[in-house]
């Protein structure tokens, strides 16, 4: 419902207007004057339904000049954005076991022998299965491209690959040492990212960031152009992006089994970002 607005009409039609008034509160006046002096009570009630009348058809000339589609609402839009940078908390790890031999079945039997083992390892290093995820499985042939005719299966690589969750970051290197002393000769990708908990309580900060900075660069303009900032009008969240940083130093083969120091893992920051847009009303 449109409420207390007031509009200004340009110069002709708010003349307009003042002459209907006028003849309204003329009429009116004259009506009230004159209809104490006829007697007659039929007399009476035709003229002051004629002046009723009359008033009724200029009522909507005086409503046009508070129509809200006659003066829109003055607003100002600006959009403000926030950043945050955070420290990861969880730590993603690819990692698998391949085998090869001329034989498919021991191949997998291999395989699934030293993948058991590793499994087992994590458990015993506080792991929680629930954190180990199969990834990826293949059974591929290899071939002998040196043969002059065609070419010949000589073996069978499998290759069968999980995701490991760390949820302390600060383990990232010894779980990865672990995975290679126990069979693992393949490590695809390490990421890291914000936990949900940690995402969520970011999230709120950035969006207030996002909105203190689009108010103080609303300010900056209505004291610029001499206006008064008077509420909100609208508001419209943009995209809230929390990265995940890849760290793919490993990603050509495994740690060395015997490595005499934990496998040094940084996990850096990631910079979480958001944007909103907010329409201003103003006077």
């Not at 003055?74 to 950043?83: A, C, N, P, Q, Y």
């Not at 005719?149 to 010894?174: A, C």
């Not at 890849?246 to 040094?264: I, L, Q």
Request: aromatic letters at 6%; glycine letters at 6%.
């Amino acid at each position: 419902m449109w409420r207390g607005r007031v509009c200004f009409l340009p110069e002709e039609e708010s003349h307009d207007i003042a002459k209907f008034f006028a003849i309204k509160d003329k009429y009116l006046n004259f009506s009230m004057k004159y209809s104490g002096l006829v007697t007659d009570m039929k007399n009476r009630s035709l003229l002051l339904g004629t002046v009723f009348v009359l008033v009724l058809a200029i009522l909507p000339l005086s409503a046009a000049a508070v129509d809200p589609a006659l003066c829109p609402e003055k607003t100002l839009s600006v959009t403000g954005s926030g950043e945050i940078m955070a420290t990861p908390d969880i730590a993603l790890i690819t990692t698998g076991v391949q085998t090869q031999n001329r034989d498919v079945r021991a191949a997998q039997a291999d395989n699934a022998r030293i993948m058991d083992g590793l499994i087992s390892a994590l458990v015993a290093a506080g792991i929680s299965r629930d954190d180990i995820q199969t990834s990826g499985y293949s059974i591929y042939p290899v071939y002998d491209d040196d043969l002059p005719f065609g070419q010949k299966i000589t073996s069978y690589q499998v290759t069968n690959s999980v995701r490991i969750t760390v949820r302390d970051i600060s383990r990232t290197g010894e779980i990865i040492d672990i995975t290679v002393a126990n069979g693992a000769n393949l490590v695809n990708s390490i990421s890291f990212r914000v936990s949900p908990e940690r995402e969520q309580a970011l999230r709120a900060e950035v969006l207030t960031m996002a909105v203190a900075s689009a108010r103080a660069d609303a300010d900056v303009v209505a004291l610029a152009t001499g206006t008064t900032i008077t509420g909100v009008q609208s508001v419209s969240i943009g995209s809230v992006y929390t990265p995940v940083l890849y760290d793919n130093r490993m990603a050509a083969g495994a740690a060395t089994k015997e490595a005499a120091v934990p496998t040094p893992i940084e996990p850096g920051q990631v910079t979480v970002t958001a944007q909103v847009s907010i329409t201003y009303l103003i006077r």
